[in-house]
Nanobody, 123 residues
């Protein structure tokens, strides 16, 4: 079992930055890939980024590449999403998810989810 709790969301002006934090707990929390997804009102859930348990493999959605950085600290069982140069279209509820059984960019393949944190980017 893995429990996930997101934090760090908030209100920011376009061009600003936020750092999201995903705190994980559970026996295997530091040994599984962790991804970030987001869902805007009226839209489907969207893959944002994923990091392997070692941090050696990282993938980003094209829409955030060059602006967002995913990282993890396994000693703290924490995964971060540093978001820079934010745009209004980044507004969404951001979720972290762990332990994908198949495709790492497919939310349906993830077994564990956090409750989400709201990110709102003002134009």
């Amino acid at each position: 079992q893995v429990q996930l709790v997101e934090s760090g969301g908030g209100l920011v002006q376009a061009g600003g930055s936020l750092r999201l934090v995903c705190a994980a707990s559970g026996r295997t929390a530091s040994s599984v890939p962790v991804g970030w997804f987001r869902q805007a009102p009226g839209k489907e859930r969207e893959f944002v980024a994923v990091i392997s348990w070692s941090g050696g493999s990282i993938f980003y959605a094209d829409s955030v590449k060059g602006r967002f950085t995913i990282s993890r600290d396994n000693a703290k069982n924490t995964v971060y999403l540093q978001m820079n140069s934010l745009k209004p279209e980044d507004t969404a509820v951001y979720y972290c998810a762990a332990d994908p059984e198949g495709c790492w960019s497919n939310g349906s393949d993830y077994e564990y989810w956090g409750q989400g944190t709201q990110v709102t980017v003002l134009s």
